[in-house]
């Protein structure tokens, strides 16, 4: 199974949204609505920031979101503040019933 | 609050099988609606699913990976293991044991256990 496709970088000034893509296939995202987004801090394990495309588990900030359109899912991120620099990655759940990661994005808070 | 903590050696020889254990507490292993999983990290690279298990004992495993990794569960223990065949330095990893949605989907993690395979 191929690695769903992510930005290796993106960055931003405190206070401004940044957009991070996770672009999959007819058998991943285009096809199946359990796409979920992880923060990684360096030497932490991920922490769940969305999953099932748009929804926040409980005590993750609502100035994180996501959406999804075709095969491309995102996250968006406004507000950016330093602790938001990290590590991105998605995954999608697979027709072959396997999970898939996207590569991964860091995020650089200029 | 459920809480996941992974278990095993920290070095394994190349060759050898490497084995770890996931030990879970604060919620029940035989919940319906779960699998229980296992994902790796290479040093400085991104995550790459292993494969999981249901408390029946279903198992659904990475392709890549399939012909080397067992996952099995012990529910009286509360707990779930990986292990893998014929490693090599490529098998060098942080190794995360998950708890799942049944559409694979990970909602907590543990805090990771570093696996260096060298001689």
């Known amino acids: 199974q191929s690695a769903l496709t992510q930005p290796a970088s993106v960055s931003g000034s405190p206070g401004q949204s940044i957009t991070i893509s996770c672009t999959g296939t007819s058998n991943d995202v285009g096809d199946y609505d359990y796409v979920s987004w992880f923060q990684q801090h360096p030497g932490k394990a991920p922490k769940l920031m969305i999953y099932d495309v748009t929804n926040r588990p409980s005590g993750v900030s609502n100035r994180f979101s996501g959406s999804k359109s075709g095969h491309t899912a995102s996250l968006t991120i406004s507000g950016l503040q330093s602790e938001d620099e990290a590590d991105y990655y998605c995954?999608?759940?697979?027709?072959?019933?396997?999970?898939?990661f996207g590569g991964g994005t860091k995020l650089t808070v200029l | 609050q459920l809480q996941l903590q992974e278990s095993g050696p920290g070095l394994v020889k190349p060759s050898e099988t490497l084995s770890l254990t996931c030990s879970v507490s604060g919620g029940s292993i035989t919940s319906s609606g779960y699998y229980w999983g296992w994902v790796r990290q290479p040093p400085g690279k991104g995550l790459e699913w292993i494969g999981s298990?249901?408390?029946?004992?279903?198992?659904y495993y990475n392709p890549s990976l399939k012909s080397r990794v067992t996952i099995s569960i012990d529910t009286s223990k509360k707990q779930f293991s990986l292990t893998v065949t014929s490693v090599t330095a490529a098998d060098t990893a942080i190794y995360y044991c998950?708890?799942?949605?049944?559409?694979?989907?990970?909602?907590?993690w543990g805090q990771g256990t570093l696996v260096t395979v060298s001689s």
């Open positions: 995954s999608s759940y697979t027709a072959s019933t396997t999970l898939v």
């Open positions: 298990i249901y408390h029946s004992g279903g198992t």
């Open positions: 998950a708890r799942q949605q049944l559409q694979l989907q990970i909602d907590y």
